[in-house]
């Protein structure tokens, strides 16, 4: 983890609400193993259901980190960090699986901390999403996926010099797959034809559903998410060093979690007489 205070501290309240926002994230995205489509009186209702949760759920972690402990230098890098993701994304705009925007995510959580490598997450690719007229259903779903790995960086045992380096690549490579996984669960039960040997079949147990899953997944997904994963490798292996640099200084000068005091100003001596 981090060896700087992190940019946005987790009250105990912020943390519980940030824990049952990833509890209801992975509902949403794992609501094809629990609720048939159809049940709502309309295959895509889940869908929209869940995508509008998901939303609020962000909008009330969001709020309760800003009550919480970010103050207006962590807001500050925030809005920067932010920014340079949501510029550099369609740089790669997915073409063969190759996306920018993760590297940042891992690095910052890992100097930042969970909380920002979550909030980072969900504004870093609303922003995009705004620019790049990415806007729909699909957006709250890559909001959450995003938080995800900005947080689980920031949950990393310690490690310095190459070791970490090492660490943080394998685990940009990891959320490379684990990103696609996530993603491809929001549209699998509605992609592919009922008749199919991978495609979602209301009814079956749990394990032969998975499997069915993972069948879908590494057939159609996995040169995608290969392509993605070895961008986080090689992004993090080569930038990552300067990167970590560069966010280390910039936390050691912010001291984000340091108390503001407001002293009164010296009274005036007046003019000299000589």
């Known amino acids: 983890m981090s060896t700087y205070a992190p940019a946005i501290r987790l009250r105990p309240r912020a943390g519980a609400v940030i824990a049952l926002a990833a509890v209801l994230g992975v509902v949403a995205f794992f609501w094809p193993f629990l609720v048939a489509p159809g049940t709502f009186g309309s295959d895509y209702t889940p869908l929209l259901i869940f995508g509008a949760l998901l939303v609020i759920v962000l909008c009330v972690v969001i709020s309760e980190i800003a009550e919480g402990g970010i103050n207006s230098k962590?807001?500050?890098?925030?809005?920067?960090?932010?920014?340079?993701?949501a510029a550099i994304r369609p740089l790669g705009a997915g073409t063969a699986g190759i996306e920018t925007v993760f590297f940042i995510l891992v690095l910052s959580g890992r100097v930042y901390g969970p909380g920002f490598g979550f909030t980072l997450g969900c504004t870093s690719l609303f922003a995009s999403a705004?620019?790049?007229?990415?806007?729909?259903?699909?957006?709250?779903?890559?909001?959450?996926?995003c938080a995800f790995v900005g947080m689980l960086a920031g949950f990393l045992p310690r490690a310095t010099g190459r070791a970490e380096v090492l660490m943080l690549a394998v685990y940009g490579s990891f959320s490379g797959y684990l990103f696609g996984f996530l993603l491809n669960l929001s549209f699998w039960p509605f992609s592919l034809d009922p008749n199919s040997s991978i495609a979602y079949l209301p009814g079956l147990p749990f394990t032969e559903q998975f499997q069915r899953y993972v069948a879908f997944d590494l057939a159609t997904s996995l040169?995608?998410?290969t392509g993605r994963a070895v961008t986080n490798l090689v992004c993090i292996a080569l930038a990552g060093p300067a990167v970590l640099t560069v966010f280390r200084r910039a936390a050691r000068k912010a001291r984000f979690q340091a108390p503001v005091r407001f002293a009164p100003p010296e009274a005036d001596p007046g003019p000299t007489v000589r």
Do not use: E, H, K, R
């Open 74 to 85: 962590a807001l500050a890098m925030l809005g920067v960090l932010s920014a340079v993701n």
């Open 130 to 145: 705004l620019i790049t007229g990415g806007v729909g259903p699909w957006m709250p779903y890559q909001m959450f996926g």
């Open 223 to 225: 040169g995608w998410d």
